[in-house]
């Protein structure tokens, strides 16, 4: 059976469910319940998540009170699963604040936990027993994916590029952010498609550039290494509430970046020569459009000859000046596409309110979960 905190959302319910088909059962939680006997990890697992919170409080009784919360929900998780080690506890992510606790609660008491999370591939879930984004369990040694793909021939005859037809740019939240069809330059350009400001992969795994202001300060000094005649191409999320608008004016008051909010992100993407991005998930949509990929963050598919990875601003620099001669290994994606559709994300749809989804793999995912325990 399966144990998680209700998330009120139709398409993250769906997927719990089919969880819990394979699974035997469920037991959501409205709310994860509060116990304030402490255990001897308690201090260290609530330190860690209320850091990770994506909403931090404001003021001192605020941050306190959120403490009181997050250390409540940890507690009562390790007693909870202490007494059902044989649950498996769920979090939609799991990577911050409340959820975050109610997964180390279990881990510390012996049970299996699952992260669920979308996946940037269409019709397709992320289930880890690890974490998601750059904590989950993808290996980061490109070999394995190499030798992956020696040892199942028949799965490399089975083309990832198929999904490039079931590619959608994400509807837009913003009535500034537009997915409209345009005309797009035929001058050179890398195209950077922003992230939500807040979302883990930008408080978690920025990396030098620690966050998305940071970032774009760093695009505003790199942009001038670009070749002559090139220029940036900036698109905001269509699902972050808040502009941009003071962070992006420096590096478009350089003359050599432009924000385009108008027009349709994967055909930005389509008629870009690349895409730099801290962690976007749409570096993995630009591997059907055999884009070379620049990354600053930290992200699973950061991987030297996959992608091209800058861990510093001189690196940056060195990468703009040279994005004209950017490669990447076409037969390293084409394993590492293969795995990760093969192996790694759940097939998961839902039509007229019926799912459609991998029952074998979702029950490996379970029984995943359970190994890594053990």
């Known amino acids: 059976m399966i144990v998680y905190p209700r998330e009120y959302n139709a398409f993250k319910e769906a997927v719990f469910s089919a969880l819990a088909t394979e699974a035997g059962g469920a037991r959501a939680l409205p709310i994860i319940p509060l116990s304030f006997m402490d255990w001897p990890e308690t201090d260290m697992r609530v330190q860690v998540a209320l850091?990770?919170?994506?909403?931090?409080?404001?003021?001192?009784?605020?941050?306190?009170?959120?403490?009181?919360?997050?250390?409540?929900?940890?507690?009562?998780?390790?007693?909870?699963?202490?007494?059902?080690?044989?649950?498996?506890?769920?979090?939609?992510?799991?990577?911050?604040?409340?959820?975050?606790?109610?997964?180390?609660?279990?881990?510390?008491?012996?049970?299996?936990?699952?992260?669920?999370?979308?996946?940037?591939l269409p019709d397709r879930v992320t289930l880890d027993a690890a974490g998601v984004n750059f904590e989950s369990s993808v290996p980061r040694n490109p070999d394995f994916f190499i030798d992956w793909a020696k040892s199942n021939p028949a799965s490399m005859e089975d083309n990832w590029r198929k999904l490039s037809a079931e590619l959608t740019a994400r509807p837009s939240r913003r009535r500034d952010v537009k997915q409209d069809s345009g005309l797009l330059p035929d001058t050179p350009f890398l195209f950077c498609p922003l992230q939500v400001p807040r979302d883990s992969q930008i408080t978690l795994f920025s990396g030098w550039t620690k966050d998305l202001p940071g970032f774009l300060s760093a695009l505003r000094c790199a942009v001038d290494s670009l070749p002559e005649g090139w220029h940036l191409r900036l698109k905001e999320h269509p699902s972050a509430k808040l502009s941009l608008s003071d962070s992006l004016a420096p590096v478009l008051a350089t003359g050599r970046a432009v924000l385009d909010n108008s027009t349709n992100s994967l055909e930005q993407l389509a008629a870009s020569r690349g895409v730099v991005t801290v962690n976007s998930s749409m570096a993995i949509q630009a591997f059907f459009f055999d884009k070379p990929v620049i990354v600053t963050g930290d992200a699973f598919f950061a991987l030297k000859g996959l992608t091209e990875p800058c861990r510093s601003e001189m690196e940056l620099h060195e990468a703009f000046a040279k994005v004209d001669q950017l490669r990447f290994d076409s037969k390293l994606r084409e394993a590492f596409m293969t795995w990760l559709v093969c192996e790694y994300y759940p097939m998961f749809s839902i039509f007229k309110k019926n799912l459609n989804y991998d029952r074998n793999a979702f029950a490996r995912a379970l029984a995943r979960a359970a190994e890594r325990q053990r």
């Open 51 to 120: 850091a990770r919170a994506k909403r931090q409080p404001r003021s001192q009784l605020g941050r306190w009170a959120k403490r009181q919360l997050i250390r409540g929900q940890y507690n009562w998780a390790r007693r909870y699963f202490a007494a059902h080690p044989q649950e498996i506890a769920v979090a939609w992510n799991g990577l911050t604040g409340s959820r975050k606790a109610f997964l180390d609660g279990a881990r510390d008491a012996g049970a299996s936990t699952l992260h669920a999370e979308l996946a940037p």
